[in-house]
C-alpha cells in the first residue's frame, strides 16, 4: 500500500473534490466507485471496481482507495472476502455504472460454501494478524492515530475472516454481514467500537489487550468465539 502525504484541510470539505478527482482517474465507464464504511466520520473509504487491468491501494490521508479488477473483485465475492463482501453490502455507489454495481450485488446475494472459501478466509485471518502485529508493534513505538486504525484495520479483517470461514464451513451463509458477525463475537463488536471512537480518541490506551484475546483464541483452536 503506497501512502502519499493529504491536504491539510478537513476531510468534510474536499470530499466532493476527491470524488470527483478520482473519478476522473479511473476509468467507470464499465465499473463502479464505492463509498463505504462511516460517512459520518473524518475518513474516505473507497473501493473501485474497473474493467481494465489497473489494481492499486493507497492511503492519502484520510482517504482510502481499493481498486480492483471486476473479475478479481467477482472471483473475492465468490469466497466471501469482507474486503469486498462489506463494502458491496453497505456501500453506495458513487460513481460509474449502476448496472455494474446492482451486478455485483446480485452476485454476492448468492454465496455458495465452499472448501475453497473456508481456506482462503482462513490465510486471510493469518495474513491480517501478522499485519496487526506489526503495526502494534509501531503503535507501541510511537503512538499514532495512523498506526492505531490500521492495527485495528487489520485485526477487523482477522477476526472477520475467521469468523466468516467458520460459517461457511458449517454452510451458515445465509447472513455473513459485520452486523451479524459482530451480534455472536464480542471481540469484534469490542474492536469495531474501539475504531469508531478513533476521531474522538486517536491513541487509545489497552488496545494490545485486543491483539492478546484474538492470539488466545487462535492458539485454543476453531471454536466460536
Not at 460517512?39 to 489497473?54: E, H, I, K
Not at 492505531?148 to 464451513?169: G, I, K, P
Request: aromatic share 4%; glycine share 4%.
Amino acid at each position: 500500500m503506497n501512502h502519499l502525504k493529504g491536504a491539510d484541510r478537513p476531510l468534510s470539505s474536499i470530499r466532493k473534490e476527491l470524488l470527483a478527482a478520482v473519478r476522473t482517474i479511473l476509468p467507470l465507464d464499465d465499473g463502479v466507485l464505492i463509498e463505504f464504511g462511516n460517512r459520518a466520520g473524518n475518513d474516505l473509504d473507497l473501493l473501485a471496481v474497473v474493467p481494465s487491468s489497473t489494481q492499486l491501494s493507497w492511503t492519502l490521508g484520510d482517504v482510502d482507495l481499493l481498486v480492483l479488477t471486476r473479475p478479481d473483485c467477482e472471483q473475492l465475492i465468490e469466497l466471501l472476502d469482507p474486503l469486498v463482501t462489506e463494502p458491496i453490502r453497505m456501500g453506495r455507489a458513487v460513481g460509474g455504472s449502476p448496472q455494474v454495481f446492482e451486478d455485483l450485488h446480485e452476485k454476492l446475494a448468492r454465496p455458495t460454501a465452499t472448501a475453497e472459501a473456508t481456506s482462503h478466509l482462513l490465510h486471510r485471518a493469518l495474513d491480517n494478524t501478522h499485519a496487526a502485529r506489526t503495526w502494534l508493534q509501531q503503535y507501541s513505538a510511537e503512538p499514532s492515530a495512523r498506526s492505531a486504525d490500521f492495527f485495528l484495520r487489520s485485526l477487523s479483517f482477522a477476526v472477520s475472516s475467521y469468523r466468516t470461514a467458520q460459517r461457511v464451513n458449517t454452510g451458515q451463509i445465509s447472513d455473513l454481514s459485520m452486523d451479524a458477525l459482530m451480534a455472536d463475537c464480542p471481540l469484534l463488536k469490542a474492536i469495531r467500537e474501539v475504531q469508531h471512537a478513533l476521531h474522538r480518541i486517536p491513541c487509545p490506551e489497552g488496545i494490545a489487550a485486543l491483539l492478546e484475546a484474538w492470539e488466545r483464541i487462535l492458539l485454543d483452536g476453531p471454536k466460536e468465539i
